[in-house]
């Protein structure tokens, strides 16, 4: 098992106070250094935590695995084709929500999920999915 930290609210009290500080590598440097073993960060579609320089930042200058939480968008999958992160999670996202509030609909979005997972995995980027504990969708998942 490993343990993964986010770093997203570092972000968000930076771009509060409209300042380059709390500084995100200091804050990923710290997590690693008490025993984190990878850093994540939720790169949403209105980019009002995490910033795409700060994603680039990350992979540029943090020595371990980076952890890619986006929507399920082309928008995003370029972002994530050009950061190359260890590993994505897909979430939904609802304009307006002030944290992640449910999981995908797998059933749903099963087409265009398994797509964007393809396209994924051919990069070389491992893709987990964030789903609620609903057994139906659970069982559609397994196809």
Same mark, same amino acid.
């Given at each position: 098992?490993? !343990?993964? #930290?986010?770093?997203?609210?570092?972000?968000?009290?930076? *771009?509060?106070?409209?300042? $380059?500080?709390?500084?995100?590598?200091?804050?990923?440097?710290?997590?690693? *250094?008490?025993?984190?073993?990878?850093?994540?960060?939720? /790169?949403?579609?209105?980019?009002?935590?995490?910033?795409?320089?700060? %994603?680039?930042?990350?992979?540029?200058?943090?020595?371990?695995?980076?952890?890619? =939480?986006?929507?399920? &968008?082309?928008? @995003? +999958?370029? %972002? &994530?084709?050009? #950061?190359?992160?260890?590993?994505? *999670? @897909?979430?939904? =996202?609802?304009?307006?929500? !002030?944290?992640?509030?449910?999981? !995908?609909?797998?059933?749903? @979005?099963? $087409?265009? +999920? /398994? /797509?964007?997972?393809?396209?994924?995995? $051919?990069?070389?980027?491992? %893709? /987990?999915?964030?789903?609620?504990?609903?057994? *139906?969708? !659970?069982?559609?998942?397994?196809?």
């Amino acid at each position: 098992m490993k !343990l993964g #930290v986010n770093i997203d609210h570092i972000a968000t009290l930076r *771009n509060a106070r409209g300042t $380059s500080y709390p500084d995100l590598l200091k804050g990923a440097d710290i997590a690693i *250094n008490a025993g984190a073993d990878f850093i994540a960060v939720h /790169s949403r579609e209105d980019r009002r935590h995490i910033k795409d320089e700060d %994603v680039f930042n990350l992979k540029e200058n943090v020595e371990t695995e980076l952890n890619l =939480e986006i929507e399920a &968008t082309q928008e @995003m +999958l370029e %972002v &994530t084709r050009k #950061v190359k992160p260890y590993t994505t *999670n @897909m979430v939904p =996202e609802k304009r307006g929500e !002030l944290t992640t509030e449910g999981g !995908l609909d797998i059933i749903n @979005m099963y $087409s265009k +999920l /398994s /797509s964007i997972m393809e396209q994924m995995h $051919s990069i070389g980027i491992k %893709v /987990s999915l964030f789903i609620n504990p609903n057994i *139906n969708q !659970l069982k559609y998942i397994e196809k």
